[in-house]
T-cell receptor, first 111, second 115 residues
Framework: GQQLNQSPQSMFIQEGEDVSMNCTSS?????WLWYKQDPGEGPVLLIA?????ELTSNGRLTAQFGITRKDSFLNISASIPSDVGIYFC???????????FGQGTTLQVKP | DTEVTQTPKHLVMGMTNKKSLKCEQH?????MYWYKQKAKKPPELMFV???????INESVPSRFSPECPNSSLLNLHLHALQPEDSALYLC??????????????FGPGTRLTVL
């Protein structure tokens, strides 16, 4: 079945540093989504990407839909303590509503 | 407004109990989803409803019974659960199932503990 490889698995960074994480797949996706999840809460949508090559920003966050449609990355600039959480990528490729999730990147920010 | 609400926030139940989880959205979305999530893992899809009809059942045990009474509401009925069913149960909705309309918005979840 389809799988997403998300890396890194975890990151421990200093406040103010930039962060980069990515997801790759052997399959093509039509939609890439990036979510952030805080402990005990539901995932919150950060950025949605719908077109190969698309580069989209949301405040300090920037994400890109890879030109091959098999990968995506998320960058966070000038990290702050509230960026702490688990970040998930997710891809969709059909008309079923099924999302394929990456395993998540756990981000910790040291003040 | 991209809000999906879920009740209750927390639920503790015994293995012989019957309980229900509720999910509501008022975004006019026609697709709704139930997920199960274990700690530090990604959500696992359980059920998909499209236009109030069950579209996908990911081989979920019959002790979980979904219901979509109308386009805004989604229920998950629980009966004779096992301790390993303890997890965060997430509801999500999307405008529809395909293309630009398949972006899913999640609710805050129900933390279920089965004793």
């Amino acid at each position: 079945g389809q799988q997403l490889n998300q890396s890194p698995q975890s990151m421990f960074i200093q406040e103010g540093e930039d962060v980069s994480m990515n997801c790759t797949s052997s399959s093509i996706f039509n939609t890439w989504l990036w979510y952030k999840q805080d402990p005990g809460e539901g995932p919150v949508l950060l950025i949605a990407l719908y077109k190969a090559g698309e580069l989209t920003s949301n405040g300090r966050l920037t994400a890109q839909f890879g030109i091959t449609r098999k990968d995506s990355f998320l960058n966070i600039s000038a990290s702050i303590p509230s960026d702490v959480g688990i970040y998930f990528c997710a891809g969709a490729s059909g008309n079923t509503g099924k999302l394929i999730f990456g395993q998540g990147t756990t981000l910790q920010v040291k003040p | 407004d991209t809000e999906v609400t879920q009740t209750p926030k927390h639920l503790v139940m015994g293995m012989t109990n019957k309980k229900s989880l509720k999910c509501e959205q008022h975004m006019g979305h026609r697709a709704m989803y139930w997920y199960k999530q274990k700690a530090k893992k990604p959500p696992e899809l359980m059920f998909v409803y499209s236009y109030e009809k069950l579209s996908i059942n990911e081989s979920v045990p019959s002790r979980f019974s979904p219901e979509c009474p109308n386009s805004s509401l989604l229920n998950l009925h629980l009966h004779a659960l096992q301790p390993e069913d303890s997890a965060l149960y997430l509801c999500a909705s999307s405008q529809e199932l395909a293309g630009f309309t398949d972006t899913q918005y999640f609710g805050p979840g129900t933390r279920l503990t089965v004793l």
